[in-house]
């Protein structure tokens, strides 16, 4: 029932300086996609919440376990994600206890997410709610590679 609202709050994530190689459009779209797959197969293992306040959807999250390339089980926030009214209300912050609580219902000591380099309002947000960088993800775009790298095939 919420498919449209968390497909809607899904393109909030690629209006940000993206790097050249990403396009807002790829963004949005892999993170709707990813959610709308979680709610029609539910797991203990993945998990999506929408988050509403007078009826109005405001945010949503996007759980997943996961095991890092350490061989450590961890949880880990696919998707959070407000409306532009709810930005700065405490909604992200609320989604962000969930996502906390999700994972020590699961047994979990470690909560990640990815942010883009340029997200610098987010990544503010994140350090300000106990995250910090743990690795680096460099990428290099090849100008004479035979395929995008954006999906755009042309």
Not at 17 to 40: F, G, K, N, Y
Not at 69 to 90: C, D, K, L
Not at 126 to 143: C, D, I, N, R, V
């Amino acid at each position: 029932a919420d498919a449209d609202a968390v497909t809607l709050l899904a393109r909030r994530l690629g209006a940000i300086t993206l790097p050249p190689w990403r396009s807002p459009d790829e963004i949005s779209t892999a993170d709707a996609r990813e959610m709308l797959a979680a709610v029609s197969a539910p797991s203990n293992e993945n998990e999506v919440l929408v988050a509403e306040r007078d009826g109005q959807t405001v945010g949503c999250l996007h759980m997943l376990t996961m095991t890092d390339f350490f061989g450590r089980p961890h949880a880990h926030i696919s998707v959070i994600a407000t409306s532009e009214a709810a930005e700065g209300t405490g909604v992200g912050r609320a989604l962000l206890a969930h996502a906390d609580g999700w994972a020590r219902d699961r047994g979990m000591a470690l909560v990640t997410l990815n942010v883009f380099a340029g997200n610098t309002r987010a990544r503010r947000f994140y350090e300000s709610a106990g995250f910090a960088p743990e690795t680096l993800k460099y990428a290099k775009q090849l100008e004479d590679a035979t395929s995008p790298l954006s999906g755009d095939p042309s």
